[in-house]
């Protein structure tokens, strides 16, 4: 009987552990700032804590520099992208993986809150409207995709041109979760799949 109470206990564990929901939080303004939540414990993903530390050990041999970059690859580029480009990179690079084969993951994410503001700037009206242009043509679709791939409960996009100012001024505020059974199960089924086309 004790065993079986103990069994029982641990299945409830586990059954928790699995329906609950991994939290990820995107704001951007000049640069990415993301962070992960799971239960009690929160990371942040990037910009690294200890990146700083890690350079600064690390800054006289010249191959430990470049190793980060080859190893990263895009992804990291697309993280590290700075200002309107960064942004723009960033929200093109999601809404490519939620066309993509990552569509399942998508439709599993829940979408609570998504923010972007972004007031067009230059140094004068004919550089503000191409650039104006160029946003609205990069980031509504871009947007659309997204909220459309995933469970979007609340979102608000406005790009605005303002020819009175010389810098732009960006603010992405973005709020999502998802469960983690959900995660295992793409990310076994990404792996069978992965096996099974090197088998052939």
């Given at each position: 009987?004790?065993v079986?109470i103990?069994l029982?206990?641990?299945?409830a564990?586990?059954?928790?552990?699995l329906?609950?929901?991994v939290?990820v939080e995107?704001?951007?303004t000049?640069?990415?700032?993301?962070?992960?939540?799971?239960?009690f414990?929160?990371?942040?993903?990037?910009p690294?804590?200890?990146?700083k530390k890690?350079?600064?050990?690390t800054t006289?041999?010249?191959k430990?520099?470049?190793?980060?970059?080859?190893k990263?690859?895009k992804?990291k580029?697309l993280?590290?992208?700075?200002?309107?480009s960064g942004l723009l990179?960033?929200?093109?690079?999601?809404?490519?993986l939620?066309?993509?084969?990552a569509k399942r993951?998508f439709?599993?994410?829940?979408?609570?809150?998504?923010f972007?503001?972004v007031r067009v700037a230059?140094?004068?009206?004919?550089?503000?409207?191409?650039?104006y242009g160029?946003?609205?043509a990069?980031?509504?679709?871009a947007?659309s995709i997204?909220?459309?791939?995933?469970?979007?409960?609340?979102y608000?996009?406005?790009?605005?041109?303002?020819?009175?100012?010389?810098?732009t001024?960006?603010?992405?505020q973005?709020?999502?979760r998802i469960?983690?059974?959900?995660?295992m199960?793409?990310?076994?089924s990404t792996l069978i799949?992965?096996?099974k086309?090197?088998?052939?």
């Amino acid at each position: 009987m004790t065993v079986i109470i103990v069994l029982g206990m641990i299945l409830a564990v586990i059954t928790l552990l699995l329906i609950s929901f991994v939290h990820v939080e995107i704001v951007f303004t000049d640069q990415l700032l993301l962070t992960i939540r799971y239960l009690f414990i929160n990371y942040r993903v990037f910009p690294p804590q200890e990146q700083k530390k890690k350079r600064q050990k690390t800054t006289p041999p010249e191959k430990k520099e470049k190793e980060p970059e080859d190893k990263s690859g895009k992804l990291k580029e697309l993280l590290k992208g700075r200002g309107l480009s960064g942004l723009l990179s960033l929200l093109g690079g999601l809404s490519r993986l939620a066309a993509s084969s990552a569509k399942r993951l998508f439709s599993h994410l829940i979408i609570g809150r998504f923010f972007l503001s972004v007031r067009v700037a230059g140094e004068d009206a004919a550089e503000t409207a191409v650039t104006y242009g160029r946003v609205c043509a990069a980031a509504y679709p871009a947007v659309s995709i997204l909220v459309q791939a995933a469970r979007c409960k609340r979102y608000e996009a406005h790009i605005f041109p303002d020819f009175n100012e010389k810098k732009t001024e960006i603010c992405l505020q973005s709020r999502a979760r998802i469960r983690l059974v959900f995660l295992m199960w793409i990310g076994l089924s990404t792996l069978i799949q992965g096996v099974k086309i090197l088998k052939t």
